[in-house]
């Protein structure tokens, strides 16, 4: 059981980004599932979830309206288009299941983060 994050590196604030989330080992159709982000000094913070079967999604606040979640039940992956980036969006993004939506919980599976770098 895997969740591989891909899509991460250095963009000017501004620009685009699109990370890549592919599962192994299980199929992504019965679960919650979205990104999570650290940066540097910080705790590690909810930026979206996804329902994977019914497609409900939930953003934090301050990504609202730049970033979006979406699914591709036949490659069992998930994605997270990052727009209008912010050098305050920079961290390190993990993909994860997400049973309490944007909160951490103990149940959370974690997959490996990708780094995210916004310059100003």
């Known amino acids: 059981v895997q969740l591989q994050a891909s899509g991460g590196g250095l963009v000017q604030a501004g620009g685009s980004l699109r990370l890549s989330c592919a599962a192994s080992g299980f199929r992504l159709n019965n679960y919650y599932i979205g990104w999570f982000r650290q940066a540097p000094g910080n705790l590690r913070e909810g930026v979206s979830c996804?329902?994977?079967?019914?497609?409900?999604?939930y953003y934090a606040d301050s990504v609202k309206g730049r970033f979006f979640i979406s699914r591709d039940n036949a490659k069992n992956t998930i994605y997270l288009q990052m727009t209008m980036l912010k050098p305050e969006d920079t961290a390190v993004y993990y993909c994860a299941t997400c049973p309490g939506k944007l909160v951490i919980t103990t149940d959370n599976y974690w997959g490996q983060g990708t780094l995210v770098t916004v310059s100003s």
């Open positions: 996804m329902s994977v079967s019914d497609g409900t999604t």
